[in-house]
């Protein structure tokens, strides 16, 4: 019997913490997909990228990737600017978790863009191959590097389960305040919290962790401007105040935060997915967050 639910959106992250580019087909490779979060704003005292977390107004840069491997970006209120890219001097940079990365410079120009945008002085940078960072062992449950993400290599959302947390909230959401890379419609409210194994078009993807939530959530991903929601929803429905299930010092990570979407290895390299790919759970296990 063909499978009810069906890829339906996917959105790559070309600059870390910078809008979406919504595609119709993705390529497969060995940190993610192709052109996910392979550039990242870097703080210039830190040398240490910097997110929504810290600048809200990161949400309004839009990237656009070009034909050679450079970037395009655009803002309000700001000219747009491309540029190649990066082939200066290799340098290291953090991940998210303090892991060293190989980088190239974007260069001045867009150094100087981003500056004047953000108000602050900022440099973007490419990560400079696929081979992406990996976590410590003690944190490593995915065994499958990354880009300039946040640990996973995919983040996959329910819209089933959005719409649930959407009818019990205070104020409407989208889910681009949760920046998945892969949306699924079809399956039930919550029905991912059990998923172990699972088929999308030529991809085969493992849930390893459902997702703890930061405060990006709440800033409206159009606009920059913070909100009480999805915070409330998420920690009324959806906290997490125990996960013995969850290996070592990646516990301390969900416990204590709202949880939304499944982080997930993805695989085999070279394989594509493309939207209205049907989407197949192989294999399934007990949820991290059981639902009333």
């Not at 863009?113 to 973007?124: H, K, S």
């Not at 709440?218 to 105040?241: M, N, S």
Request: glycine residues 8%.
């Amino acid at each position: 019997m063909p499978s009810s639910i069906s890829l339906t959106a996917i959105n790559i992250y070309p600059i870390k913490s910078c809008r979406a580019v919504s595609l119709q087909k993705a390529n497969v490779t060995g940190i993610g997909l192709a052109d996910d979060r392979r550039w990242q704003v870097l703080g210039t005292e830190e040398r240490r990228g910097v997110t929504q977390r810290k600048y809200r107004s990161l949400a309004l840069v839009q990237p656009t990737l070009l034909d050679d491997g450079g970037m395009r970006i655009s803002a309000p209120g700001m000219s747009e600017i491309a540029f190649e890219r990066p082939s200066g001097p290799i340098i290291t940079v953090d991940s998210h978790f303090r892991i060293p990365v190989s980088a190239r410079d974007a260069g001045d120009e867009a150094a100087g863009w981003l500056t004047e945008f953000i108000g602050v002085p900022l440099r973007l940078v490419r990560m400079e191959d696929d081979s992406g960072w990996r976590l410590p062992p003690e944190l490593d449950v995915f065994g499958q590097s990354a880009a300039f993400s946040d640990a996973a290599p995919v983040l996959v959302a329910n819209q089933g389960s959005l719409d649930w947390l959407v009818e019990r909230a205070s104020e409407d959401f989208g889910m681009d305040r949760f920046r998945p890379n892969l949306v699924v419609t079809g399956a039930e409210p919550w029905a991912e919290d059990k998923w172990d194994r699972f088929d999308v078009g030529e991809a085969d993807l493992r849930a390893i962790v459902p997702w703890p939530r930061c405060a990006i959530t709440q800033i409206d991903q159009q606009t920059a401007e913070r909100h009480k929601e999805p915070a409330r929803v998420l920690k009324e429905h959806r906290w997490c105040t125990s996960a013995p299930s969850i290996p070592g010092g990646l516990r301390q990570i969900i416990e204590g935060n709202g949880l939304f979407g499944v982080a997930c290895t993805i695989g085999p390299v070279g394989s594509t997915i493309a939207v209205g790919d049907p989407v197949s759970v192989v294999s399934s296990q007990a949820p991290v967050l059981k639902m009333a």
